[in-house]
């Protein structure tokens, strides 16, 4: 048993003995050995190895045989895992595994080989490795000696360090040391100075953030703020400044409070200096873009709160606690009508202030805009918004006034308004519309659309108003001519037209038509202000001027010029209106001058008017106000000119032209029947009061034969309408240039029509000329001469000069009234001449039998007739002797001519069917088949009224000869 024991001994050192040596073996080779050493160490191992013992020399040549067999890789990958950890014991391991089982000395010796080739494989691929990284390893040993020679640099160096300190140590003496000492407690003391300054500093803020906001440098109290906030930050670690920062925040907070009740106050009074230090607040609060829209916000506000109280201060008070806060329409409703232009004023200067304070704010901009030089290239720079605010804030804030206003003239009574206070209404409204257009280039189209209907609602009402005050002057007038009247433009109606109808004299200026073919758009509507001159150009240097330029939110256009008394003058003084030619007037010396130079010796002739035209041509002046400024409303109040010169012509037929002996229906021509029927139909129906009670001037002069009839009132009456006519055509061409193109041809044709007052002068001198002569007797003394006579007399007839009596009376009496009214002989003699020769036809067509001789002494007597009346007249008639010159030669005619002739009067109405009957029965009396067949040819005409006394046909008498009038 011991030497079992004994032998394991041996052998377990043995084999540690060749671990130990195989071992050595594989020690890596130094460095600076040669590639031959190493490869001589590699090859020379084994030799070495196997001469230690015989036994072990044949064990390993027979390994050696057998891994041969075998790849190094495959003997790499055969070694166990556990000799590559580090904590492994393989000489332990391997001797637990070949004893395990007892001592089997084959299995040692196998495991001795296996091992010993293991092992060769390793340290070959080890070495294989190491040279593979020589390169790599003698630049690591390079890096080594480097990092070596460094050490020994630093080494030295820390040696000297400690030889100096080691010498400041052994030479500084203790006084040094408290020197530094005291000047560390000083730097102490000194930062604990600093500090209760900067804390006491910081409690002094609120005092100076007073005085500042008291000086109103409101950037210098943010500024201040802002520099103590930030102060205070590095002290928050004591009590103190961490209420004091939490007071600054709420100093911060009202100081923005008080900044935004400051930016309200621009709205209704800027100022310059302060809105400047406000922005710069803003701006370093980084605020600038809330405070815009604040300020739009107050804007806006503003208007809403402002025009609240400016009507609330107009209306009836109330009783606030019973009753809510009435709405704005419902105080606009409530307002009186004598309040109204004072209301409307007072809301446009309100208007007016918030206007020119917005106006002046975006000025402010502008001109910081230009001064700083700043590019605004980027979309979301802030100058950009506030530029784009500002830009979009205008038209907001306009349409808002707009809708305002617009509400305001909708629900106030405005067709209660005088004619004064319309106009006033109408230039405020026009001031109004060229505030927005200078503002922000807005047209007001809405404006000028209620304005439109609330004219035109006013226009209708004040039309009747002005139609009944024509009534009343009818009604009261006395019919004498005025003195001292020669031209409208002494009226103080026509003050505002003067340049006009200067200018508008020439026909080729007034029609000349713009670039739309219409001075005034009816789309467009433009009336208020006008953007088009005629001209070229405004001629009025007041007017050059913009509002915003002349006046400032403290004075605006609506101060002054705008009550009563200005109004009388001149209401539109200082505006200026291209579109209707308007201009500033001169005085009356250029007024005088400027009729005589332009309007000939016409404007020097006195004219024939009475009370009631001269109403009639005031009321055209002031529509003519209107038009200037309603311009889209000008055709309505053109036709409405015309109806007044209508009615006047219908009323004064009324009342002078219904009094006739005889009957006038044939005196009227179509365009006259027209004219009276359409006042009957347009006009008659509006008036409360119609007919008018004209019985007094009908029972005493119009029935006095003294007067010939009341013939001086209606001399009076006849040649005012003419005047008054004339008058009118002067402003044709103004009135066209205020017409659209369209409406042009109806004035034109009103106009063209000159005869209009002659014509309705033939049926009332008519009436006269119809009662001067004695119409019964000389018919019954035509119808006593005997026409059958068998030879020619050279005497004229009796009744011829009768006739010529009557004339001759008629001059007298013509003579005594030239000396009160000028007389219009030709018209009146022509009336006369009419009467008596229609009177003559009448009697000579009652004559049953006529013989050559008895036509003889018709032409003797109507030849001495037409030679008296015309020596006494100074006039000829040479139509109204062919018309009785006809009726007679017609005796004389051929069968065939006097058919032709019998057929042409009935188709022209010459002379009436009854007249012609007897014409035939005169001359074929003894033919009877002719006088059949010519009477035949007579039916189908229509007989007419003749020429009779109290308006009833005589005998063989005709008053359809009425319709043939020079």
Request: one cysteine or more; proline letters at 3%.
């Amino acid at each position: 048993m011991q030497n079992s024991k004994a032998k394991m001994e041996e052998l377990k050192s043995k084999f540690m003995d060749l671990l130990h040596k195989q071992t050595h073996r594989q020690m890596i080779p130094a460095m600076g050995y040669s590639d031959y050493f190493i490869q001589t160490v590699t090859t020379d191992a084994l030799p070495t190895t196997t001469n230690a013992s015989a036994t072990d020399s044949a064990e390993v040549n027979e390994t050696d045989a057998d891994s041969a067999q075998k790849s190094d890789q495959e003997i790499l990958e055969s070694i166990e895992e556990r000799y590559y950890n580090v904590d492994c014991n393989p000489g332990l391991y391997e001797l637990q595994k070949v004893l395990n089982d007892g001592i089997d000395s084959q299995l040692i010796e196998t495991t001795i080989a296996q091992l010993r080739t293991q092992q060769k494989v390793l340290t070959k691929q080890v070495l294989q490795n190491i040279l593979e990284q020589r390169n790599a390893c003698s630049s690591e040993f390079q890096a080594i000696n480097e990092t070596q020679k460094k050490l020994e640099e630093s080494l030295w160096t820390c040696q000297k360090a400690r030889s100096y300190l080691n010498y400041a140590r052994t030479n500084l003496t203790t006084t040094s040391l408290e020197i530094l000492a005291s000047y560390r407690k000083r730097e102490v003391l000194k930062e604990v100075l600093d500090t209760l300054l900067a804390i006491k500093k910081l409690r002094t803020t609120d005092e100076e953030l007073q005085k500042l906001l008291a000086d109103h440098n409101y950037s210098a109290a943010i500024a201040l703020l802002l520099q103590c906030q930030s102060s205070a930050a590095a002290f928050m670690q004591y009590n103190c400044i961490a209420s004091l920062h939490k007071k600054l925040q709420e100093t911060m907070l009202l100081m923005e409070y008080q900044l935004d009740t400051v930016l309200n106050e621009m709205v209704l009074n800027f100022d310059t200096r302060k809105y400047a230090k406000l922005q710069e607040a803003y701006k370093l609060a980084n605020k600038s873009l809330m405070a815009m829209d604040q300020l739009h916000i107050n804007y806006i506000s503003a208007i809403h709160t402002t025009v609240n109280s400016v009507l609330r201060g107009y209306s009836e008070p109330s009783n606030a606690e019973e009753q809510p806060k009435p709405l704005f329409e419902q105080l606009c409703e409530q307002l009186n009508a004598d309040k109204v232009i004072p209301c409307l004023i007072s809301l446009c200067k309100t208007f007016w202030t918030i206007l020119a304070s917005y106006y002046q704010v975006v000025m402010w901009h502008n001109n910081y805009k230009l001064y700083t030089q700043q590019e605004l290239t980027e979309s979301e720079s802030p100058d950009v918004y506030i530029q784009q605010k500002l830009k979009k804030g205008q038209s907001r804030i306009w349409n808002d006034i707009l809708n305002k206003v617009c509400l305001f003239l909708q629900s106030a009574k405005l067709t209660a308004l005088k004619y004064d206070q319309f106009i006033q209404v109408l230039s405020i409204v026009q001031r109004l519309k060229k505030v927005g257009m200078e503002f922000c280039s807005e047209q007001s189209e809405k404006l000028i659309a209620t304005m439109q209907q609330q004219s035109e609602d006013f226009f209708r009402r004040y039309h009747i108003c002005c139609i009944e005050e024509i009534c009343l002057f009818l009604d009261n007038e006395s019919w004498t001519p005025l003195d001292s009247f020669s031209h409208i433009l002494q009226l103080p109606e026509f003050r505002s037209v003067r340049h006009t109808l200067r200018r508008h004299k020439s026909p080729t200026t007034a029609l000349l038509p713009s670039s739309n073919n219409s001075p005034i758009s009816n789309n467009n509507c433009d009336e208020l202000v006008s953007v088009h001159s005629q001209d070229g150009g405004g001629s009025s240097i007041y007017g050059s001027y913009g509002y915003f330029l002349r006046f400032s939110e403290k004075s605006s256009p609506f101060d002054g010029g705008l009550d009563a008394a200005m109004l009388e003058e001149d209401i539109l003084s200082g505006i200026v209106d291209e579109a209707s030619c308007y201009f500033s007037e001169e005085s009356d010396d250029e007024q005088k001058s400027l009729q005589s130079k332009e309007f000939g010796e016409e404007s020097n002739n006195q004219l024939l008017v009475n009370n009631t035209a001269l109403n009639v041509l005031r009321c055209i002046g002031r529509y003519l106000q209107m038009c200037k400024l309603l311009h889209c409303i000008s055709p309505q109040i053109v036709n409405c000119m015309l109806e007044l010169l209508d009615f006047y012509a219908y009323a004064v037929h009324e009342i002078f032209g219904k009094d006739a002996l005889v009957a006038m229906d044939n005196l009227y021509t179509p365009r006259l029947e027209q004219r009276l029927r359409s006042v009957e139909s347009n006009v008659l129906p509006q008036i409360k009061v119609w007919p008018l009670n004209f019985s007094s001037l009908t029972n005493n002069e119009l029935a006095n034969p003294d007067t010939l009839y009341g013939l001086s009132q209606r001399i009076v009456a006849l040649e005012a309408g003419r005047s008054m006519v004339q008058q009118f055509q002067i402003l044709q061409h103004y009135l066209n240039h205020l017409l659209p193109v369209a409406e042009r041809p109806a004035l034109n044709n009103y106009l063209e029509y000159n005869e209009f007052m002659a014509e309705l002068a033939k049926p009332i001198y008519t009436c006269v000329t119809s009662r001067v002569i004695d119409l019964s007797s000389i018919l019954a003394q035509i119808a006593k001469v005997k026409w059958d006579v068998n030879h020619v007399t050279h005497q004229h007839s009796s009744y011829s000069d009768v006739l010529n009596r009557n004339i001759q009376s008629f001059a007298m009496c013509l003579e005594e009234i030239a000396k009160e009214v000028p007389i219009p002989t030709k018209l009146v003699w022509s009336s006369m001449a009419h009467v008596a020769t229609h009177l003559l036809v009448e009697g000579f067509s009652n004559v049953k039998k006529c013989s050559p001789g008895g036509r003889a002494l018709m032409q003797l007597d109507f030849a001495n007739f037409m030679s008296f009346l015309e020596l006494i007249s100074n006039q000829k008639y040479p139509q109204h002797r062919i018309y009785v010159d006809v009726f007679i030669k017609s005796y004389y005619f051929a069968p065939e001519q006097f058919e032709q002739w019998i057929e042409q009067q009935r188709e022209s109405d010459e002379y009436s069917a009854k007249q012609l009957t007897n014409l035939i029965q005169c001359i074929c009396v003894s033919d009877k088949r002719t006088r059949q067949r010519l009477l035949q040819l007579l039916e189908g005409g229509a007989g007419n009224a003749a020429v009779t006394p109290n308006n009833t046909p005589l005998k063989n008498s005709s008053s359809s000869n009425l319709s043939n009038v020079i």
